[in-house]
């Protein structure tokens, strides 16, 4: 790993990594502390989800720009902030890395070495590396979805849930106009927007851990439903009309 550091210190000087935080007062001054240990150049924002506890204060106190919602926008909504941000101050690529722990800020150089070769780089849990695992409904949702989406990008996707992934200028450029914040749309949808752009996405096989603290999003009650919510989120996206490029349409 710290070869791949050392060999493209450019390019990790204008990396935004982008941590959304909902109530991960518990976690986030360690996560922020893990990613500058292991990536001192690498600028952090974090975006206080509309969270009732600590989370921006420790977050701050860590080191991290922070910006805050009011109330609730969900992880879709976070991330289209941190595009425009990243857009308004000229980085060139943007690394999602969720502030409960379960990404290893080891792996954010390969990721973003990765870009030379494709506008959005998945971190794949499910690629060969690593013992990440889930079970029953959701399980098999996630590899439904990923047949489908591996169809619709013309890539191979193992982990089209993953939200560990790196995104380069053109796809900064288009999720800063257009992000979806539904559920499940900040990677199902934006897969199908990427598709839709003649985006190339990519994969590298990556570690996962387990939450270090804070609340699970997804319980046995939650995944019992999740197969629904993430086909009902893909026909959204097939069916919704394409937006319109800034870039593309005033050319």
Do not use: C
């Amino acid at each position: 790993m710290s070869s791949i550091v050392n060999a493209m210190p450019d390019r990790l000087d204008r990396t935004l990594i982008v941590m959304p935080a909902f109530n991960e007062e518990a976690t986030v001054a360690a996560v922020i502390a893990e990613v500058h240990a292991a990536l001192p150049t690498v600028a952090v924002l974090v975006v206080d989800d509309g969270s009732t506890d600590r989370t921006a204060e420790e977050a701050r106190a860590a080191g991290a720009l922070v910006a805050r919602f009011p109330f609730n926008m969900g992880v879709g909504g976070a991330m289209r902030l941190g595009f425009q941000y990243a857009v308004e101050n000229h980085y060139e690529a943007v690394v999602q890395v969720d502030a409960d722990g379960q990404h290893d800020p080891t792996g954010v150089p390969a990721l973003v070495a990765a870009l030379d070769d494709a506008d959005i780089v998945i971190g794949a849990r499910f690629a060969g590396q690593g013992d990440y695992e889930v079970r029953g409904p959701r399980k098999w949702a996630m590899r439904l979805l990923s047949s489908v989406l591996s169809r619709i990008t013309g890539a191979k996707l193992d982990d089209t849930t993953s939200g560990f992934k790196a995104s380069g200028p053109r796809a900064i450029a288009m999720f800063a106009q257009n992000y979806p914040a539904e559920y499940l749309g900040d990677t199902v949808e934006a897969l199908v927007i990427a598709a839709r752009g003649h985006l190339r996405v990519t994969q590298l096989p990556v570690s996962m851990r387990p939450r270090s603290g804070g609340t699970p999003s997804h319980n046995p009650v939650k995944s019992a439903v999740y197969l629904g919510r993430a086909f009902l989120a893909l026909v959204v996206a097939l069916l919704r009309p394409r937006a319109a490029n800034k870039e593309t349409s005033t050319a």
